[in-house]
């Protein structure tokens, strides 16, 4: 017993000896260090590398991106989703009946009992309440902010619809005037006055004899004169009336009166404000009935016939204000309005011609001249419309989707009706205050697309038996 402990107090002192020895040889901090470390954790399992820049690229195996850095390592306990983190299932949620499980990027696979993709990345379940078939499409907070979906409530506004054409200056055809003999004569003197010039009401153009002219006036003050008839109205009245049918100018008549001389020369004056777009009279010339010696057009109104398109047709009415823009003055606009629509449609352009009545006050607007017309169709009144963006129109049948809130958007058919500034009018489906989606609308669409994908697939998968380990998949 005494041997025992004897040993027992050796093996004890030998052990102290040699901790003091190890002591006083190496530094106390890695002791402490050692001592603050915890425990190694379980070893993790890489699924795969992401791209460290965040961009939708992943590999199976270490690699590195064009910029030389490493691709990022995703273990096991991380998120395998690209929406938001999802928060852990609460009670209600955990009572929930799953229906099936569906690929968890979008690809038309499901599986009725929970599996990995070959990425390592769960199935997401799709539970009962989920896949109510109202009619509406759900998205999560994450897709709607990642897709950038934005909504516009529909809201009552004129629609103001703006019709383009091209078209030409006309003279307006009531405001020209020819002046032609309506008796043989002859041109004694022509006034300074030629192709193109401005002439002024009342302004002398030419002096011309006519021997039928120059009888009835003489008759004229020999009727007037006469002590028998020159008391007689009627008398007066027909010698007059025979001048006025050789379209002897009122004026010159008038002087007759007062003078009671029969001129041998009569002189002609220009009948209104204008231009001069044909001269045809010379001096000393024999003109028969019908010449045409002057042709004179007043251009303080002008026309712009332009082409409209078919289609537009509906929309245009005679008065609706027109602003038209030459090309000879970049910048400048002049205002007019629908004078006549024309009864005929040109079988190879398919277009109708409108005639646009012009003020041309300081006289720039020039026959045939181009111009560009502006026709505003709007009626003032105001109807629902919402943005163009928001209608999905596949030729056939045209619909919008209606933020229902909470992540849901509806689908719903709409009847639309005219277009302008952007937008679009609502005649049916949609009431103003709603509110549409105006950004990212064909993504929600495919989305509900693939939704009704998945249902379809999910109705065909078999359903899982009693066991377990009976559980299929179908892709």
């Known amino acids: ?59 199976a195996a270490p690699k590195k991106d064009s910029g030389g850095r490493d691709y990022l390592p995703v273990y096991d306990d991380e998120e395998p989703s690209f ?56 998205l999560s907070p994450g897709k709607i902010q990642r897709t950038g979906v934005r909504s516009e409530p529909a809201e009552r506004r004129v ?52 021997p039928a002219i120059a009888l009835a006036a003489a008759e004229y ?56 777009l044909e001269r045809n009279a010379i001096e000393g010339m024999r003109a028969q009935p019908g010449d045409v010696l002057f042709r004179i057009a007043d251009t303080s109104v002008v026309w712009a016939l332009v082409d409209v398109a078919e289609r537009d047709l509906g929309g245009i009415a ?39 009545e012009l003020a041309n006050k300081d006289l720039d607007l020039l026959p045939d001249m181009y111009v560009d017309a502006e026709i505003d169709t709007g009626n003032g009144a105001q109807v629902v419309a919402v943005p163009d963006s928001s209608v999905l129109d596949t030729g056939s049948r045209q619909a919008v989707l209606v933020d229902k809130g909470e992540g849901r958007f509806e689908p719903r058919a709409v009847q639309l009706g005219r277009r302008g500034d952007g937008y679009v009018e609502v005649m049916e489906g949609l009431s103003a205050g709603e509110a549409v989606v105006t950004s990212a609308n064909f993504l929600i669409d495919a989305e509900s697309n693939l939704k009704a994908a998945l249902r379809s697939f999910a109705e065909a998968a078999p359903r899982p038996s009693g066991d377990a380990k009976d559980m299929g998949e179908h892709q």
């Open 83 to 138: 929406d938001q983190p999802a928060p852990k299932p609460k009670a209600a949620e955990a009572s929930r009946k799953v229906l099936y499980y569906r690929n968890p990027m979008g690809l038309p696979d499901t599986s009725p009992a929970p599996k990995k993709d070959p990425m390592g990345m769960d199935y997401i379940p799709v539970y009962d309440g989920d896949d109510v078939d109202d009619g509406t499409i759900k």
């Open 159 to 210: 629609i103001r619809t703006r019709v383009r054409a091209p078209g030409t200056i006309q003279l307006d055809e009531r405001r020209i005037s020819v002046i032609a003999m309506r008796a043989e004569s002859y041109v004694q003197e022509v006034a300074d006055v030629t192709t193109g010039a401005r002439v002024s009401a009342g302004q002398p153009l030419m002096e011309i004899y006519s």
């Open 221 to 276: 003050l020999a009727t007037i004169d006469s002590k028998t008839t020159g008391g007689v109205e009627l008398y007066g009245r027909g010698s007059k009336q025979r001048l006025l049918n050789l379209d002897v100018p009122e004026a010159v008549i008038a002087t007759m009166q007062k003078t009671h001389i029969a001129p041998i020369a009569i002189q002609w004056t220009a009948p209104r404000n204008g231009i001069v």
């Open 318 to 356: 005679v008065g609706q204000p027109v602003t038209v823009r030459a090309r000879s003055f970049p910048g400048r606009t002049f205002s007019g309005s629908i004078g006549m629509i024309y009864p005929q449609v040109n079988r190879e352009t398919r277009t109708a011609r409108i005639r646009i």
């Open 1 to 59: 017993m005494t041997t025992l402990r004897f040993f027992t107090a050796l093996t004890l002192g030998i052990g102290l000896g040699a901790g003091s020895y190890w002591a006083a040889q190496r530094p106390l901090w890695p002791i402490q260090l050692h001592l603050s470390t915890p425990a190694p954790a379980a070893e993790r399992k890489i699924l795969y590398y992401r791209d460290p820049t965040g961009a939708p690229f992943w590999s």
